[in-house]
Nanobody, 115 residues
Framework: QVQLVESGGGLVPGGGSLRLSCAAS????????MGWYRRAAGQQRELVAA???????GYADSVKGRFTISRGGAKNTVILQMSSLRPEDTARYYC?????????WGRGTQVTVSS
């Protein structure tokens, strides 16, 4: 069973930065499609940034130029570096991985940006 564990959330003032990490365990596959989604209170979950199956990265328009997704040093880890954070970035951030045709989600980590 694939498990995803996120870390790095917290409270940060507007304009600040945070670094989220996600580590996947429970599989021998190298996971290509892995990324970050978020859900703000009362809203639907949305894509933030993710690596596709071909290894390319995609970003939501709202975070382009501010957030960067990268592979971690360890196998099956992804990092989300968030800069110039805004109050509207406040949400619970979830890691997602596609493994052998199945989707797996982490429990999420809360990011709160104060104004």
């Amino acid at each position: 069973q694939v498990q995803l564990v996120e870390s790095g959330g917290g409270l940060v003032p507007g304009g600040g930065s945070l670094r989220l990490s996600c580590a996947a365990s429970g599989t021998t596959f190298i996971i290509n499609a892995m990324g970050w989604y978020r859900r703000a209170a009362g809203q639907q979950r949305e894509l933030v940034a993710a690596f596709r199956h071909d290894g390319s990265a995609g970003y939501a328009d709202s975070v382009k130029g501010r957030f960067t997704i990268s592979r971690g040093g360890a196998k099956n880890t992804v990092i989300l570096q968030m800069s110039s954070l805004r109050p509207e970035d406040t949400a619970r951030y979830y890691c997602k991985a596609d493994v052998a045709g199945l989707e797996y989600w982490g429990r999420g980590t809360q990011v709160t940006v104060s104004s």
